[in-house]
């Protein structure tokens, strides 16, 4: 499995003690096999210590919930995108009460299950929060076309996630989807910004009034 | 404006001795005072430290370039953007020539210039490289949707923007959606996932295996 994978054998040792990686079949006392779930597995410990920037231990927790077959589906994909979900960019603090309600009507306009105290939902008001500070509380009249855009993207994560066959790939699924798709978005987001500018500032800089008539889809 | 601003006042003096903030106009030897616009730079300097998490080099080279007139705004925004931005998640090491193909592919069909060597252009195709080598190159199948919310939100980007009056004001909402909208994207995209996933996956969890057509989707 070290040579087809290039990862060293001490390592893949390291990682079967710290439980990360089930141990392989003895084939003799110094010898053990592995089959394709484990080569699948240690591809994806690379993975989240790699792309995903993540610790052993926290790789450790994130793998405790994928291996878990007691829990309902749904369950076990929030637990695992929370485990993987980058920390909030935004500090601490409590998020003020505009910022609250603004979260909770836009929930109520989407449809939203959004109850207080939600990891995400708390998230959410408290970089509107941060914005109110920096005296750009209007960035959020964003709010509702990034929400739609969120709607589409997780659309698509979840039909990729539909789309495989066991459990287990069906939750190695949502951590690559996570890690990677959250990577993918940021460089599509910069691209798109670059080409918007491009046309609204770019070209001798004449266009920087640009209609916007027309792009009024209501949602 | 410590006061103001509950920074303190040797930290004020900090960032006005290390060219991040402009000296306050002296009303006596030990007195400076400080207008609109200090206590506006104040703020920003210290959200791209909070919020965004850089460092005060990092804040230092992306104020030059806010403070630079002497460029056109379409390059500005760019470099701008290029400096707040997270460094990408996805690890070094060359694309795959696949990868590379489907990046180009994408621009073409979306009209988009992503010349060979553009870094946004480059971590996308290392993300992609990285889903092949995890033996999940089908995730690169959500790419167009990804692409048209990634113009979603650039476009609710650029309408904030270009919504602000003097070329500062203009920069430093850039700074502030590309901090703060990573952040507000990644909770969005999280608590859009729950909810698609519940409709999927909740409710005594019997849409398991939903549409897709049995998922045979090649490979």
């Known amino acids: 499995m070290s040579r087809r994978t290039g990862v060293p054998v001490p390592t893949i040792k390291y990682y079967v003690r710290e439980g990360l990686l089930p141990a392989g079949e003895l084939t003799s006392p110094n010898q053990a096999s592995y089959g394709d779930a484990h080569e699948r597995r240690l591809r994806l410990i690379r993975s989240l210590l790699g792309a995903g920037g993540l610790s052993l231990a926290r790789i450790g927790e994130v793998l405790s919930v994928v291996d878990d077959t007691s829990q309902p589906v749904h369950k076990l994909l929030g637990e695992v995108a929370g485990a993987v979900a980058p920390p909030s960019a935004v ?22 299950s959004v109850p207080p105290g939600s990891p995400d939902g708390d998230a959410l008001a408290r970089t509107l929060s941060e914005a109110e500070r920096l005296g750009h509380e209007e960035f959020a009249g964003a709010l509702d076309a990034y929400a739609e ?14 789309g495989r066959g066991t459990q287990d790939d069906v939750l190695e699924s949502v951590v690559i989807g996570m ?29 920087a009034g640009r209609g916007r008539g027309g792009g009024g889809s209501g949602r």
């Open 179 to 207: 890690v990677l798709g959250d990577a993918m978005f940021g460089s599509l987001r910069r691209i798109a910004q670059a080409e918007e500018s491009g046309r609204i500032y770019g070209v001798g800089e004449k266009g």
């Open 149 to 162: 855009a969120a709607e589409k993207v997780a659309e698509a994560d979840l039909a990729y996630v539909g």
């Open 91 to 112: 500090g601490g603090g409590e998020p003020s009460e505009k910022a609250r309600r603004t979260v909770a009507e836009l929930a109520e306009r989407r449809g939203w």
